[in-house]
């Protein structure tokens, strides 16, 4: 059926409550988000018009921030995610759209952005993906981003090493504590609720409403994550900010 007729107003309802469920597992999610700005702001500053592409991007959380961060930039969002998608949209910004699976056949082509892209960034995403299909994206990205160009991925990643994991695991419950989001929706009710809106339920089809991905992630550390991306082809790899297992790591082309 897809978005057409999506109301803006119910969107945007739609779109602070998916935020507030990912705040949940993310207590730190906005400082996250503008660290990554940080990042994305630096490397685009010397671009005429620089493009930024957001994998992954969900309902347009990381896109929207990055339009107010760097509004001459060309943002593209891309996700596989039908509803997810449509969110985005009705959100009124000046934000591109794109619907593709990372890594699926010609994904690169149908953002449409060319080559040269002077940042990609995801947050909370990438760990979706079986780590075959992940390191073909960061080759795809390799070969897409300018010179000096980044990759900047937000997640949580692990650590190797079993005592360091757990503990990492454990600052990051007790920093949710603090922060007083643990008792947030959780993401699977986030989506119930969404199946159960009459307004939602007269714009999209069942199908649509139910997420593309499921399960707990990849698992991949952080070390795996360094040597996939310098083998893909950057230069330079390494974490610019951390909260117990929440990384964000930077990949320089």
């Known amino acids: ?33 503008r660290v990554i700005g940080d990042v994305v702001e630096h490397v685009c500053a010397a671009a005429e ?10 309902p347009g959380s990381l896109s929207t921030r990055l ?23 009705a959100g009124g910004s000046s934000v591109e759209y794109v619907r593709a699976g990372l890594g699926a056949p010609g994904w690169v082509d149908s953002v449409g952005a060319g080559s040269g892209w002077d940042a990609a960034v995801s947050t909370t995403a990438l760990h ?10 960061y080759r795809d990205l390799a070969a897409v981003i300018r010179p000096g160009g ?14 360091v994991r757990e503990l990492a695991e454990v600052v990051r419950h007790r920093r949710a504590e603090r922060a007083g989001v643990v008792e947030n929706e959780e993401w699977s009710a986030w989506w119930d609720a969404v199946r159960a809106d009459p307004d939602l339920g007269r714009v999209f089809g069942d199908r649509e409403l139910r997420p593309e991905s499921g399960g707990h992630g990849n698992g991949l550390s952080v070390r795996w994550h360094v040597d996939a991306l310098l ?14 297992d929440d990384h964000v790591v930077v990949a320089v082309r």
């Open 231 to 244: 083998a893909a082809g950057f230069g330079e790899v390494g974490v610019v900010w951390q909260s117990g």
């Open 150 to 163: 980044v990759l900047v991925n937000g997640d949580h990643l692990h650590d190797e090493q079993p005592a």
């Open 67 to 89: 339009s107010a961060r760097v509004p001459a930039a060309r943002i593209v969002g891309v996700d596989q995610d039908p509803f997810l998608l449509a969110l985005a949209r």
């Open 128 to 137: 979706w993906l079986a780590p075959d299909r992940l390191t073909a994206v």
């Open 49 to 58: 018009a620089p493009v930024v592409v957001d994998l992954g991007c969900g």
């Open 1 to 33: 059926m897809g978005d057409q007729g999506l109301d803006q107003a119910v969107a945007e309802r739609w779109v602070e409550r998916w935020d507030r469920q990912q705040e949940r597992y993310i207590a730190d999610r906005e400082e996250r988000f």
